[in-house]
């Protein structure tokens, strides 16, 4: 069966860590990513967001991002988590869930210096305290045109602010050629 990912490399975080980097996994070779997830976090508060790795290697933590998130609850009604170019990080990819969760995320444009790079992101999970899901689907931009190599998960807001196992999977998207 023919594919049109490509395998780049895996990564997996020690227990404990509040912030995951997948380094250097963007190159000119695809314009087009996609990154598998899964994670188990400590506590049941907070969320799990990312930020992007610029090409010096540096967390951009300024206000370069835009999001639009809509959070689906099982135990409360969904919301909307949303701004324009002014958030420090690129998006949630999940709520700080202690029972497990995964997702995946599609990159757009991260290695072309003179393009924004975006992206979209599904996440679902649950507590196991309460049962509770939690699901995540968002659409973010970084609003600057550089050259991006990677990303960074992190554990934030409520709670305790880390995952108790953390992995990775980098695909590069290979485009379609007509014959």
């Known amino acids: 069966m023919a594919t049109n990912l490509e395998f780049i490399n895996s990564f997996e975080g020690a227990s404990g860590i509040a912030n995951f980097q997948l380094t250097n996994i963007f190159s000119d070779k695809y314009d087009v990513y996609k990154i598998v997830y899964d994670y188990k976090a400590n506590d049941v508060s907070g969320y799990v967001r990312f930020k992007l790795i610029d090409s010096g290697g540096s967390v951009i933590s300024d206000a370069e991002y835009s999001k639009a998130s809509l959070a689906m609850r099982s135990y409360n009604t969904f919301f909307e988590n949303k701004n324009n170019g002014t958030s420090t990080n690129m998006g949630e990819v999940g709520y700080n869930q202690d029972f497990g969760s995964g997702g995946e995320m599609t990159i757009f444009n991260p290695y072309d210096s003179s393009?924004?790079?975006?992206?979209?992101?599904?996440?679902?999970?649950?507590?196991?305290?309460?049962?509770?899901?939690?699901?995540?689907?968002?659409?973010?931009?970084?609003n600057v045109a550089e050259q991006i190599t990677g990303?960074?998960?992190?554990?934030?807001?409520g709670g305790s602010y880390d995952f108790d196992r953390i992995q990775a999977s980098v695909y590069g998207v290979k485009q379609w050629v007509a014959h």
């Open 115 to 142: 393009s924004f790079t975006f992206a979209t992101t599904s996440n679902a999970g649950g507590t196991t305290a309460s049962g509770n899901l939690f699901g995540y689907k968002s659409t973010n931009s970084h």
């Open 151 to 157: 990303l960074e998960f992190s554990v934030t807001g």
